[in-house]
């Protein structure tokens, strides 16, 4: 089966400008979260999908990510401004959902804010 | 709130030399997975744990699930080159799927 995708693969931004990744995730997986990676350590989880609708997004700093799954399948996560500490590795994961499913990764973005 | 935590945090040994990494979360987990990221690469599943004391192998790793289910590890035997990546254990927070990872251990061999 196909994997997750994501793009793009690289972005360097400058600072206070926006942002904007793309992630599909594997076919008839319901639930679609967007990870953010910083370089040494795990992934911190922003927000989770299930089919179109939003589950968690307790830790999305909202006054600057948005991310949005219109019609349950692509997923797009936003961020505006920019600042430096969100310089990470975004990953987009998918699953059927509940527990007790791994997760699917994409091969990331990596952003990198100057 | 809920942490899952690793240790060690690095690991180099020599080829040939066997791995143990520690996971510890601070709640009772319902199951625990564990995930191998190779250098530039992103998470690959590994396995899932769910039962308490469950023991499961794949050819040289061995994932153990504690008693309390508050603990598991992973042991490989005999390291190879290409067991080379961070493992990261991860738990699911409360009853939803999402994951809480840990910090990772970062394993590295020396040929």
């Known amino acids: 089966e196909a994997g997750v995708a994501q793009s793009p693969r690289y972005k360097i931004i400058e600072k206070r400008q926006s942002v904007a990744f793309w992630c599909n995730p594997i076919?008839?997986?319901?639930?679609l979260y967007w990870y953010q990676q910083i370089l040494g350590q795990g992934p911190k989880l922003l927000i989770q999908?299930?089919?179109?609708?939003?589950?968690?997004d307790s830790q999305l700093p909202k006054d600057r990510f948005s991310a949005e799954r219109l019609k349950g399948v692509d997923s797009t996560l936003k961020i505006q401004p920019a600042k430096l500490e969100d310089s990470a590795v975004y990953l987009c994961a998918s699953s059927l959902g509940g527990q007790g499913y791994g997760y699917t990764f994409g091969s990331g973005t990596r952003l990198t804010v100057v | 709130g809920q942490q899952v935590m690793q240790i060690p945090q690095y690991q180099h040994v020599q080829e040939g030399e066997d791995f143990t990494t520690y996971c510890n979360s601070s709640?009772?987990?319902?199951?625990i997975q564990w995930y191998k990221q190779r250098p530039g690469g992103h998470p690959v599943f590994l396995i899932q744990l769910v039962k308490s004391g469950e023991v499961k192998k794949q050819k040289r790793l061995t994932f153990q699930f504690g008693e309390a289910k508050k603990n598991s590890s992973l042991h490989i035997t005999a390291t190879q080159t290409t067991d080379v990546g961070t493992y990261f254990c991860?738990?699911?927070?409360?009853?939803?799927?999402?994951?809480?990872f840990g910090q990772g251990t970062t394993l590295q061999v020396k040929p």
């Open positions: 999908f299930q089919n179109n609708g939003v589950v968690d």
């Open positions: 076919s008839g997986h319901a639930t």
């Open positions: 991860a738990g699911p927070l409360g009853n939803t799927g999402k994951l809480i």
């Open positions: 709640t009772t987990l319902s199951n």
